[in-house]
């Protein structure tokens, strides 16, 4: 490990705070309900081992939780799905970097990736960074990070002035400029408790569920046998902004797992039961977003950088057939 790395790099620890809904449950009981990738017996197994901690203590499985308790699970080397960890650093000094992103890779450790992250690249090779904005793993581009607390500080505080554009590859014929404003709020027709949907509009609707503003530029670059190439520029950082409200217009990501042509295509992959008919109808094996430039301001100097990259081989390949 280099000199300056984090510690946490040697060893996964894997932390959750117990909320409202766990308060009261046995450990072992929650653990197994949570997580059912193993058994009650297999948890059990693993709290009397000491790889589960309670607030930093070993306890009995059938310790009762209460509200704000502290899960820890070190869970040692564990197998990691292959994942692309062939990044690009375009910019580096001692104030920040600059990344292109491939489009299968996580920024952090989540699920069953830890070393194939792209928090772990980065920290092992420059010590500790702080991302300041970030990419699905599934989506491929230009991304910053702060290699000081200063100068993430510096770049957050700025943030609403920089530039980020993306291209997406869209189902449908998309051929006028459009503003998007509005509002992301909760799917409640989704059985993906995390999906959000985009409404145009001053007010989000009555009653809506985990509202947040959002505005997006969208311009069509060209369009063709159904399909679109459209650059997206953001008004404001929202989570699955893009790719929400090009579905909720009408235009599904190409590829898109939850906001394409079919959310079940989400629920499968994590059960890996997707078939060769699905992956048919995705076309393209991760979704079809690229974020490919990106402007700010340097948190020292004061100059204003600006960086492009250019779309990957597997998008720029189906982009070139849109005619």
């Known amino acids: 490990?280099?000199?300056?790395?984090?510690?946490?790099?040697?060893?996964?620890?894997?932390?959750?705070?117990?909320?409202?809904?766990?308060?009261?449950?046995?450990?072992?009981?929650?653990l197994a309900a949570r997580f059912t990738y193993r058994s009650l017996e297999e948890w059990r197994e693993r709290i009397v081992s000491g790889e589960i901690t309670l607030n930093g203590a070993v306890?009995?499985?059938?310790?009762?939780?209460?509200?704000?308790?502290?899960?820890e699970y070190r869970p040692g080397d564990l197998p990691e799905p292959e994942a692309d960890l062939n990044y690009?650093?375009?910019?580096e000094d001692d104030a920040l970097l600059v990344v292109e992103k491939p489009g299968n890779l996580c920024m952090?450790?989540?699920?069953?990736?830890?070393?194939?992250?792209?928090?772990?690249?980065?920290?092992?090779?420059?010590?500790?960074?702080h991302f300041i904005n970030r990419l699905d793993r599934e989506t491929s581009g230009?991304?910053?990070?702060?290699?000081?607390?200063?100068?993430?500080?510096?770049?957050?505080?700025?943030?609403?002035?920089?530039?980020?554009?993306?291209?997406?590859?869209?189902?449908?014929?998309?051929?006028?400029?459009?503003?998007?404003?509005?509002?992301?709020i909760a799917d409640s027709g989704s059985a993906v408790r995390k999906k959000r949907r985009f409404v145009a509009g001053g007010?989000?609707?009555?009653?809506?569920?985990?509202?947040?503003?959002?505005?997006?530029?969208?311009?069509p670059v060209k369009c063709g046998g159904g399909f679109s190439l459209v650059a997206a520029t953001l008004g404001t950082g929202r989570m699955h902004q893009i790719r929400a409200t090009l579905y909720s217009l009408g235009f599904p990501v190409v590829g898109d797992k939850l906001y394409g042509v079919d959310e079940t295509f989400f629920l499968k992959i994590r059960s890996n039961a997707l078939t060769e008919a699905d992956r048919a109808r995705l076309i393209l094996p991760r979704q079809a977003l690229h974020a490919d430039e990106l402007e700010f301001t340097h948190p020292e100097s004061g100059e204003r950088l600006s960086f492009?990259?250019?779309?990957?081989?597997?998008?720029?390949?189906?982009?070139?057939?849109?005619?």
Do not use: C, N
Request: charged share 25%; proline share 6%.
């Open 308 to 323: 492009r990259a250019e779309l990957p081989s597997d998008l720029a390949a189906f982009a070139e057939l849109i005619r």
């Open 59 to 71: 306890v009995e499985p059938e310790r009762i939780l209460a509200l704000h308790d502290i899960i």
């Open 142 to 184: 230009l991304l910053t990070a702060a290699r000081t607390p200063e100068a993430a500080a510096r770049l957050f505080r700025t943030e609403r002035t920089a530039v980020k554009r993306y291209l997406a590859i869209v189902h449908g014929r998309f051929s006028e400029l459009v503003r998007a404003e509005g509002f992301l």
């Open 88 to 91: 690009r650093v375009l910019y």
């Open 203 to 219: 007010r989000p609707p009555a009653g809506a569920a985990a509202v947040e503003s959002a505005v997006t530029l969208l311009e």
């Open 1 to 30: 490990m280099k000199p300056g790395a984090d510690a946490g790099l040697e060893q996964r620890i894997i932390r959750t705070a117990v909320d409202w809904s766990a308060a009261g449950r046995r450990l072992d009981y929650q």
């Open 108 to 129: 952090h450790p989540s699920g069953p990736f830890f070393r194939h992250t792209l928090w772990h690249l980065l920290s092992s090779r420059y010590g500790k960074v």
